[in-house]
């Protein structure tokens, strides 16, 4: 009778799973989460004699479908790489969006030179970007700015800040040319939920990935509250200098996530490349000056702040 209970507790327990109304996904489980912290206790009186025999049960996790695995891309990085140096002399570049399978594009505004960064960051986005392919695959998400010290960002130069953009379903578009229009206006509830759920998935993955240690800079209430209690209700535990991880900040931050991860996060494990292939050595290159290139003067601040930004 205990072990009936046990039994029925156990599947209690697995059907009160608090992410199991993601959208479909075709990525198979289990997640790649293998922090203590996000697993249910054990229950371990189910064990008998006989299935004590048997090699141990996969632990039970929250139902994170995400593998967080780098796809067989080959990334560009640094000579400085090979030769087993760290960040700064040490980045990965994005691969170019031709060879990423329609996983994601470049941001427009953003230059090659400013698509290098610290490895982990690179790996994070490689694998977020492919978990979010799976759930969405009509939805364009471009990846902006990683390390453009400069003008355009007051961060943006330690290798742990990515700016991503799902083009049509966050809260704003930036549109060019000064224009912000509400990508939410005149939608249905509906409509407008379906377009949240996207924004809000693409955060999950990047808890998931990360294993909680990220902050997002975004600004809709709605999405931040039920992202909060999808962290929260995961176990994960933010990072002490990243605090909250969805944070609102400057207007900005209503058509892209400002992406901040910690400086020890580690590499994500990458499918193997395929026989033949191999990472490019290439050199870090410096951005083309901001005045010759009109896009890149553009400052990533308050859009009140143009007037003060310093043009070199
Ligand atoms: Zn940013």
Redo the contacts with the bound molecule.
């Keep these: 009778m205990a072990v009936r209970l046990l039994v029925l507790a156990w599947l209690l327990l697995a059907c009160s799973d608090p992410g199991s109304d993601e959208p479909p996904s075709q990525a198979p489980p289990p997640a790649r989460v293998t922090d203590s912290n996000d697993a249910p206790a054990q229950p371990e009186a189910l064990e008998t004699p006989s299935q004590a025999t048997q090699p141990p049960a996969e632990p039970t996790r929250p139902s994170l479908p995400y593998r967080c695995r780098v796809p067989a891309l080959p990334i560009p990085r640094s000579r400085a790489c090979v030769r087993g140096q760290p960040y700064p002399r040490c980045k990965w570049q994005m691969p170019h969006a031709t060879l990423a399978g329609g996983r994601y594009r470049r941001w427009r505004n953003t230059v090659v030179e400013h698509w290098w960064g610290r490895p982990a960051l690179v790996s994070l986005i490689l694998a977020a970007a492919d978990e979010f392919e799976r759930a969405y695959p009509e939805q364009v998400l471009a990846v902006?700015?990683l390390d453009a010290p400069g003008p355009r960002?007051s961060?943006?130069d330690r290798g742990v800040?990515?700016?991503l953009y799902l083009l049509g379903a966050m809260r704003v578009e930036n549109a060019g040319g000064g224009r912000y229009p509400n990508n939410y206006e005149g939608k249905s509830e509906a409509e407008v939920e379906e377009l949240r759920s996207r924004v809000e998935t693409l955060a999950r993955i990047l808890a998931a990935c990360t294993n909680g240690q990220v902050r997002i800079y975004y600004n809709d209430e709605a999405v931040i509250d039920r992202f909060l209690a999808w962290y929260d209700a995961q176990g994960f535990r933010p990072n002490d200098e990243l605090g909250r991880p969805m944070q609102a900040h400057n207007r900005l931050h209503e058509f892209?996530f400002?992406v901040t991860v910690p400086e020890d996060l580690p590499l994500l494990e990458r499918e193997p490349l395929t026989e033949g292939r191999a990472d490019p050595i290439a050199p870090i290159e410096p951005p083309p000056p901001p005045n010759s290139a009109p896009h890149l003067s553009s400052m990533?601040r308050r859009p009140g702040d143009w007037a003060a930004v310093p043009r070199e």
């Design positions: 902006g700015d960002h961060t943006h800040d990515v700016d892209h400002h990533n």
